[in-house]
């Protein structure tokens, strides 16, 4: 059901918040490698899919990471720079109660 693949999605909205406040600087630099690969300098969700495991090592199964990818990446935002998803990942707690309805 919807109310279970959501319960889900925020699960793993604060597994990821949690392992990016010990990680931050990290993350940053991870974000900043998979942007200068891109020819717009910004990062979507094939970027993010990659660097949640292959990167930073969240060991998500397929439909987790898919799960969290569309929080950040709902079909009317494709893709984002860095000072974009940090906005979204220090407000994504209010952000995605308001996503879901």
Same mark, same amino acid.
């Given at each position: 059901?919807?109310?279970?693949?959501?319960?889900?999605?925020?699960t793993?909205?604060?597994?990821?918040?949690e392992?990016?406040?010990?990680?931050?600087?990290?993350?940053?630099?991870?974000?900043?490698?998979?942007?200068?690969?891109?020819?717009d %300098?910004?990062?979507?969700?094939?970027?993010?899919? %990659?660097?949640?495991?292959?990167?930073?090592?969240?060991?998500?199964?397929d439909?987790?990471?898919?799960?969290?990818?569309?929080?950040?990446?709902?079909?009317?935002?494709?893709?984002? %720079?860095?000072?974009e998803?940090?906005?979204?990942?220090?407000?994504?707690?209010?952000?995605?109660?308001?996503?879901?309805?």
């Open positions: 059901s919807s109310r279970v693949l959501w319960t889900l999605a925020v793993q909205l604060k597994l990821f918040k392992k990016m406040n010990t990680r931050r600087l990290y993350f940053h630099d991870v974000f900043r490698i998979l942007s200068d690969r891109s020819p %300098s910004l990062i979507g969700e094939k970027e993010f899919k %990659s660097a949640l495991n292959d990167n930073l090592q969240m060991n998500f199964e439909d987790e990471a898919m799960l969290l990818t569309r929080m950040f990446f709902p079909n009317s935002r494709k893709r984002l %720079s860095l000072p998803f940090k906005v979204l990942l220090d407000s994504s707690s209010s952000w995605a109660l308001s996503y879901n309805q």
